[in-house]
């Protein structure tokens, strides 16, 4: 079984929103953490086959997957002229 690892992700909420929309193809159920009193979201990357969740927090996020993702979300300049 591969290591997941945990990435702090600090950003505005609307950076957030940006992140999330541009990082998941197909949203998968949470089953695993439904008990949690966390918001949790888990898919498949865009473009990738492979898992990955986000948690939402007060600064930002927790990610659980390839941080990779998030740093070329990061670097692409937004089509809808957003804050990224």
Do not use: H, W
Not at 13 to 21: A, H, N, V, Y
Not at 62 to 72: K, Q
């Amino acid at each position: 079984m591969k290591k997941r690892f945990m990435y702090k992700v600090a950003c505005s909420k609307s950076e957030l929103s940006c992140i999330i929309s541009n990082l998941f193809q197909e949203l998968l159920p949470i089953c695993d953490n439904c008990k949690n009193d966390t918001i949790r979201i888990k898919g498949i990357v865009a473009g990738t086959d492979k898992v990955a969740s986000i948690e939402i927090t007060d600064y930002g996020c927790n990610y659980y997957g390839d941080i990779a993702a998030i740093e070329n979300i990061r670097e692409k300049r937004c089509l809808q002229s957003c804050s990224l």
